[in-house]
């Protein structure tokens, strides 16, 4: 596509449920990140994909978060039994390559009630 | 892992006037890009600068990646530019975003 599509814009769910949130990077961009960002507050890194190689998860704050990404398509992110903390938006951004310009999706926004 | 930090935090400028935004990093960077967040929450890329000197109209961009900093100018600033302006840099694998500089460009 012509840029980053990320699905859903808003989602708004009940504490304890669980949510999927999808990225559709730019085609060919091998690599794609997840970040998170609270009301007013800067861009917390989450997980990073690069092509085949194992992802770096280092920015994961819980177990309750995990990402998928088919080869070098889309991309998951799961969490588990939401919490009010987890309520944000969700970022997902994606690069030709390591260490390339990277272009950001519109985000997905997420409440936890 | 790498540190940024930003400044200032925020600031607020009349129509027409300039203004200089740091950004300061702990170690050897692989690259750098500064970005803007509008009203929104859309980001955009402004520069890819890992080092030197880019402009691109009324923005410019100098990295010194030797004294591990960057700075973001911006000239005869508008009230579209108001927003959060973001620089992140790439170590080994990921993104690392500053804290941001908030900018309120008042007509």
């Known amino acids: 596509g012509a840029g980053v599509s990320q699905s859903p814009s808003n989602k708004v769910t009940e504490k304890g449920k669980d949510v999927e949130l999808r990225c559709d990077p730019i085609?060919?961009?091998?690599?794609l990140y997840w970040y998170r960002q609270r009301l007013g507050q800067g861009l917390e890194f989450l997980i990073y994909?690069?092509?085949?190689?194992?992802?770096?998860k280092s920015g994961l704050p819980s177990d309750r978060f995990s990402a998928e990404r088919t080869g070098e398509s889309v991309s998951t992110l799961t969490i588990q039994r939401t919490q009010q903390e987890d309520s944000a938006v969700y970022l997902c951004?994606?690069?030709?390559?390591?260490?390339?310009?990277?272009?950001f999706g519109e985000g997905s926004w997420l409440t936890v009630v | 892992g790498i540190q940024v930090e930003q400044s200032p935090p925020d600031l607020i400028l009349q129509e027409g006037a300039n203004s200089t935004l740091r950004c300061n990093f702990s170690d050897s960077v692989n690259n750098l890009q500064w970005f803007h967040q509008n009203p929104w929450g859309q980001l955009i890329n402004l520069f890819y600068i890992p080092s030197g000197t880019k402009q691109n109209g009324r923005l410019s961009a100098t990295t010194v990646a030797t004294e591990r900093y960057s700075l973001l100018y911006i000239s005869s600033s508008q009230t579209t530019d108001s927003g959060v302006y973001f620089c992140?840099?790439?170590?080994?694998?990921?993104?690392?975003f500053g804290a941001g500089t908030r900018l309120t460009v008042k007509p």
């Open positions: 992140a840099v790439m170590g080994n694998n990921d993104m690392r």
């Open positions: 951004a994606s690069s030709v390559g390591h260490g390339n310009t990277i272009y």
């Open positions: 085609s060919g961009h091998t690599a």
């Open positions: 994909f690069q092509g085949n190689s194992a992802p770096d």
